[in-house]
Structures are given as C-alpha cells and as structure tokens.
C-alpha cells in the first residue's frame, strides 16, 4: 500500500475545502440576484440570518423562526405596537419556514426544522408602499435539489391581503414575547 505524503494530503484538503466553500459561496451569491416581479428582492435582506429572534412558530406543515433587524427589534422594545405607535420606516422583519420532523436524537419527543421551504420577508416603507400600510411583502421558495430559491407572487402587495385581519396590529401578526 502507498502512503501519500502528509503535506500533499493538507494540499488536497484546502483545495477541496475552497473549492466547497465557493460552492456554497455561489448558492448565497444566487439568492441575493432574486425579487419578487415588482417588489422586494432577496438582497434587500442582506445579513437576516443573524437578526434576533423574535418567535418561533408552528403549523401542522412547517415550523418557522421569526426574526427581526434591530430597527424593528427596538420599536418592539418601545412597546410597539401595543403603544398606538406603527413600526417606523426601516423596520424589516424574516420568516423561515421548514419543514418538521421527528428529533431521532432528543430524549423526549421532539419536533424539530428538516428540509428549508421558504423564506418570507417584510419590510417598512411608507413611501414605496403606500398602498399596503406601508409594508411590502415578499415570499421566496427554496428547491433543496438545486439550492436555489424562486420568487412567489406578483409584486409587493403580495402578502398584504393576509395581515389586513391585523391592521390594528400594524399589520403584523408576531408579538415580541416577554424573555
């Protein structure tokens, strides 16, 4: 049996561990050249993956996390919407839906996040979205086989019908639970 030399083995592995990185590197790239016809491109929402937590939620279909950017995080701090005050121009908020399944791990049972399904996003602003309360909507499906997400609906005002049942909410559904 030959023995391969122990620095062209380190060689072998940055390679290959570049080479993945820029894989990967190419998928996050992609998503960010996505928009909603009309509305909210995924590059908007730059960096959403380390906003805060703002809840979790579940249905029969997915699981998702809720987070926000730290313009709406702090208007929540003010107590908004609760206060009478709408969240303030620049406040986005992400919803990242996934599929559920059984932890094989926990000790208890346990649901946990499996395959990703989509990536919904809303963000604040009154003079660009006049005609939805001031939010525009978007939703982004993602195919695990290609790793690439396609935009979902027709324009900004896509998911406003929906909220319109929490107007009085300022059109958000998800509170900012006490921690």
Partial sequence: MTRVPFGLTVII???????GG???SAQDKDKYTVQVPNGLAFSEFRGYEGWQTVAVSQTED???????????IDAYRA???????????GSKIAKIHWKPI??????APTTVPDTLENVDFIE????????SGGWGYAQFNYDPASGTFTPDGSDANCGHAC?????????????????
């Fill in 13 to 19: 592995s940055v390679v290959l561990a570049v080479l």
């Fill in 22 to 24: 820029r894989a990967i």
């Fill in 62 to 72: 997915a699981l998702a996390v809720i987070l926000a950017n730290p313009v709406m």
């Fill in 79 to 89: 107590g908004v919407p609760g206060n009478g005050k709408p969240f303030p121009d």
């Fill in 102 to 107: 059984k932890s094989a791990e926990a000790p």
């Fill in 124 to 131: 604040r602003d009154s003079k660009r979205f006049p005609d």
């Fill in 163 to 179: 909220h319109t049942i929490v107007a009085a909410k300022d059109y958000i559904f998800t509170a900012y639970m006490k921690r």
